[in-house]
């Protein structure tokens, strides 16, 4: 199902970056790169990095506060939270949970989402389908990561991408014509090993021997992922504008995964939409992963970028390998 029972948008934003910046120039005194390397190859020229006692439930609550506000929603009136992560307070209890009891939603609820760096458009979908159907009515979706946690700070290929953050949404029903207008969502599992941190899971627990390896990183391929990343990029765009009965002509706004501004640039050319319609601030944030479509949202409406009535595309592509894209009538 592609189109909603009782049309669901985004009522309230909010977002949050932890106030620690580390620069590309703080990182050549850690690692053989330089700023002129990283920002030729990823656009990239800083990222935030939350302190170590931080865990990505203190940055959604952060988050989640002025997007409620904003919607005029208090916590006890939320019926969902989903929380899309890949780097979760600890394996159980869902992070969705902490973030219940520390919103005072007691009424709510709650759980994980974990679809790599699409994370935040496959929970969108979901929640917007749980709204729509009339099993909830105020639901807070959220983006949030301490991804420098799990960082091998000397491994170029990683380290320089990577920051920490969160973004947040409420989805309540909207007027006829507005909201979402369609989706589509997709994975290729015979890619996994692409993105992926080896240990920790029940395939291989962590141990003397995966601590000793370095097994608890982040490691990835990087042309590999870079490939998929554009040609997902495209599809989904193209697939969820056309089950809009949109084309691409109608889109005002393009919000992407912030991850590389190459691949972001790529996609647009064979989209054939000019970068003036795509909304980035990767080089301000690096790739926040499931936080960086929420925080390029919030950013690009705090900005005046995006106006009531405009055509936005989200789209997104992960670790999975996942991709996803959901055109909204704002």
Same mark, same amino acid.
């Given at each position: 199902?592609?189109?909603?029972?009782?049309?669901?948008?985004? +009522?309230?934003?909010?977002?949050?970056?932890?106030?620690?910046?580390? &620069?590309?120039?703080?990182?050549?005194?850690?690692?053989?790169?330089?700023?002129?390397?990283?920002? +030729?190859?990823?656009?990239?020229?800083e %990222?935030?990095? #939350?302190?170590?006692e931080?865990?990505?439930?203190?940055?959604?609550?952060?988050?989640?506060?002025?997007?409620?506000?904003?919607?005029?929603?208090?916590?006890t009136?939320?019926?969902?939270?989903?929380?899309? &992560?890949?780097?979760?307070?600890?394996?159980?209890? #869902?992070?969705?949970?902490?973030?219940?009891?520390?919103?005072?939603?007691?009424?709510?609820?709650? /759980?994980?989402?974990?679809?790599?760096?699409?994370?935040?458009?496959?929970?969108?979908i979901?929640?917007?389908?749980?709204?729509?159907?009339?099993?909830?009515?105020?639901?807070?979706?959220?983006?949030?990561?301490?991804?420098?946690?799990?960082?091998?700070?000397?491994?170029?290929?990683?380290?320089?991408?990577?920051?920490?953050? #969160?973004?947040?949404?409420?989805?309540?029903?909207?007027?006829?014509?507005?909201?979402?207008?369609? /989706? &589509?969502?997709?994975?290729?599992?015979?890619?996994?090993?692409?993105?992926?941190?080896?240990?920790?899971?029940?395939?291989?627990?962590?141990?003397?021997?995966?601590?000793?390896?370095?097994?608890?990183? &982040?490691?990835?391929?990087?042309q590999?992922? /870079?490939?998929?990343?554009?040609?997902?990029i495209?599809?989904?765009?193209?697939?969820?504008?056309?089950?809009?009965?949109?084309?691409?002509?109608?889109?005002?706004?393009?919000?992407?995964?912030? #991850?590389?501004? %190459?691949?972001?640039?790529?996609?647009?050319?064979?989209?054939g939409?000019?970068?003036?319609?795509?909304?980035?601030?990767?080089? %301000?944030?690096?790739? +926040?992963?499931?936080?960086?479509?929420?925080?390029?949202?919030?950013?690009?409406?705090?900005?005046?970028?995006?106006?009531?009535g405009d055509?936005?595309?989200?789209?997104?592509?992960?670790?999975?390998?996942? !991709?996803?894209?959901?055109?909204?009538? !704002?």
């Open positions: 199902m592609n189109r909603c029972l009782v049309p669901v948008g985004i +009522t309230g934003l909010g977002s949050y970056v932890p106030p620690r910046v580390l &620069t590309n120039s703080d990182l050549e005194k850690m690692v053989d790169t330089s700023d002129e390397w990283i920002q +030729t190859r990823t656009g990239i020229r %990222r935030r990095i #939350a302190d170590p931080v865990a990505s439930s203190d940055l959604a609550v952060l988050a989640a506060r002025p997007a409620l506000e904003r919607a005029g929603v208090a916590p009136d939320l019926d969902l939270i989903i929380v899309a &992560t890949v780097s979760p307070d600890m394996l159980y209890p #869902a992070t969705a949970c902490i973030v219940q009891d520390r919103l005072g939603a007691d009424h709510a609820a709650a /759980f994980d989402l974990e679809a790599g760096c699409t994370g935040f458009v496959y929970a969108l979901v929640g917007s389908q749980m709204v729509a159907t009339g099993a909830h009515r105020n639901a807070l979706i959220i983006g949030a990561e301490v991804l420098s946690k799990f960082l091998d700070w000397t491994d170029r290929a990683t380290c320089v991408l990577l920051g920490d953050g #969160a973004g947040a949404a409420v989805l309540q029903p909207v007027e006829e014509g507005r909201g979402l207008l369609s /989706f &589509t969502l997709g994975s290729v599992g015979s890619g996994g090993d692409a993105l992926k941190i080896p240990a920790g899971g029940s395939r291989m627990p962590t141990s003397e021997e995966t601590v000793r390896n370095r097994l608890h990183f &982040t490691v990835m391929q990087g590999e992922v /870079f490939k998929f990343a554009v040609k997902a495209e599809d989904a765009c193209r697939i969820s504008v056309e089950r809009a009965g949109l084309s691409l002509d109608d889109v005002n706004v393009v919000v992407p995964h912030q #991850a590389n501004s %190459r691949i972001i640039d790529a996609a647009a050319k064979r989209l939409i000019p970068m003036e319609r795509f909304f980035s601030n990767v080089d %301000r944030y690096g790739n +926040t992963s499931t936080a960086s479509i929420p925080i390029a949202l919030e950013e690009a409406v705090q900005e005046g970028r995006i106006q009531r055509v936005v595309v989200l789209v997104g592509f992960g670790a999975g390998l996942t !991709w996803g894209a959901a055109t909204l009538r !704002w």
